[in-house]
């Protein structure tokens, strides 16, 4: 923390422009060191939030690295709540590059992945809900994704920790005091009322946990496979819901060997969909092989995209498919309706019985828009909008929660059989300390090491 640390935040590559953030004690006598005025001008002598024309120079010489306009900011006004100094130079690999490395000549040392956003969070900038909403922003595929991160990065989610935390304190204090300060004569809760308050709390956070299942599709994608016998269109499907050629596309069965994985957006639903080879017994090694990979991506999915030739008749390859995906959640495609139609559309119909069965001709785009809106309807009720609650997305915010619900329990049972104060404080202690390590007031260092590694440098 006592060190001054410099990255390039910009992406790599060719851009209009790239910048180099400086933070620390020493960053804006650092960049002084390097940064040439028209007018002579010294950035220790200007004021805070401004941003001013010059030259980058190599460390101890004039010599022009890149023209550049440098913006200081000094804290505890900054992201960082340190000293901050960027330098916006010329986009390109090169210049940057060349930029930061005269940064760091001058003294600063190269940042950490996530190292900026790690002191925000070290010097009470932001919590670690708000620190890890940065990276689902930076990550977001959808637009609804983005949302829901930006209303934790404004506290909506920790806000509603802090609440329940808060209840939780209370509750605690009030046991304890009644327990050593007898003498003052403090109000017991009463056994009845104690629970009450208690099961009031975890109503709160069993809703939290409920928001989670659809939290972990916002923000990592619905995990789709499209599985069907090989031709029967799997590839076409991906390719019109990408909106371009991702995959091959042939007459030939066998075309696809190995799984095909893209995210898209349908209807605001991020989906991270999976084309697999096609299912069926072959003697091809490499086809085989693909094969496999199919059926493990069906036993990992969230939903099933079972795509049928309909101008067909079942054969022993289809039938074999639907016997592994019937116990799972699917959307049943009835493809190429364009022709003539030979498929037993009843056996089907009994078959997927609690199951959507959509005619569609992935050639025409008949039915797509039928498809898009039945995913849709299945996971968010028809209904994409997060703006009515707060929803947990991070399994680690998950798994205390479940922690926090599991000693609230504990405590709850203790009282219904007797136990003493001193036992059912300690259960909800417990509690209040799981609450903790979402927003990070009790979480071990080595979890906030493993929370920013996860980010980029320059973040």
Do not use: W
Request: aromatic fraction near 4%; proline fraction near 2%.
């Amino acid at each position: 923390m006592n060190d001054t640390i410099a990255a390039i935040s910009t992406a790599p590559g060719i851009g209009g422009i790239g910048i180099i953030r400086v933070s620390g004690k020493d960053a804006v006598t650092i960049v002084d060191k390097i940064f040439k005025s028209p007018k002579g001008k010294k950035l220790s002598n200007v004021k805070s939030h401004t941003i001013h024309y010059g030259h980058i120079v190599k460390v101890g010489t004039s010599q022009n690295i890149d023209e550049v306009l440098v913006s200081v900011m000094r804290e505890p006004h900054t992201f960082t709540k340190e000293d901050i100094v960027e330098i916006n130079c010329h986009g390109g690999i090169v210049s940057t590059r060349n930029v930061l490395e005269q940064v760091l000549n001058a003294g600063a040392r190269l940042a950490d992945p996530g190292e900026f956003t790690k002191r925000a969070f070290l010097n009470g900038r932001i919590d670690l809900v708000q620190a890890e909403a940065i990276i689902d922003i930076i990550n977001s595929k959808t637009n609804i994704g983005l949302e829901s991160a930006m209303d934790q990065l404004d506290g909506s989610l920790s806000g509603k920790i802090f609440d329940i935390r808060k209840k939780l304190i209370n509750i605690a204090a009030h046991l304890q005091a009644a327990v050593d300060f007898p003498e003052d004569d403090i109000d017991e809760l009463s056994e009845d009322k104690l629970i009450e308050s208690l099961n009031l709390v975890l109503q709160e956070i069993n809703h939290l946990i409920e928001t989670a299942d659809m939290g972990k599709i916002i923000r990592e994608g619905l995990s789709t496979v499209i599985v069907g016998k090989p031709n029967a269109g799997k590839s076409s499907l991906l390719n019109a819901l990408v909106r371009e050629n991702r995959a091959i596309v042939t007459e030939i069965p066998g075309t696809t060997r190995d799984v095909i994985e893209e995210y898209i957006n349908i209807k605001g639903v991020p989906l991270k969909v999976v084309d697999t080879a096609g299912i069926r017994e072959t003697d091809d090694i490499v086809e085989r092989i693909g094969v496999e990979k199919s059926k493990e991506f069906i036993n990992k999915a969230d939903l099933i995209i079972l795509i049928l030739d309909g101008s067909e008749e079942l054969n022993e390859n289809d039938k074999n498919i639907i016997k592994l995906v019937l116990d799972k959640k699917v959307i049943v495609l009835i493809n190429k309706v364009d022709l003539e139609t030979k498929i037993e559309y009843n056996y089907i119909q009994d078959l997927f019985k609690e199951h959507p069965i959509i005619n569609i001709s992935v050639k025409t785009g008949t039915g797509l828009e039928d498809l898009e809106n039945t995913i849709k309807d299945m996971f968010f009720g028809g209904k994409i909008s997060i703006k009515e609650d707060v929803i947990v997305t991070n399994v680690r915010h998950k798994d205390s929660l479940i922690k926090a619900r599991q000693s609230l329990n504990e405590a709850i049972n203790a009282i219904e059989i007797g136990m003493p104060v001193d036992m059912v404080s300690i259960d909800i202690k417990n509690a209040i300390e799981s609450l903790g390590e979402i927003v990070g007031l009790t979480v071990s260092e080595e979890i906030v090491d493993q929370i920013f590694r996860e980010f980029c440098l320059g973040k």
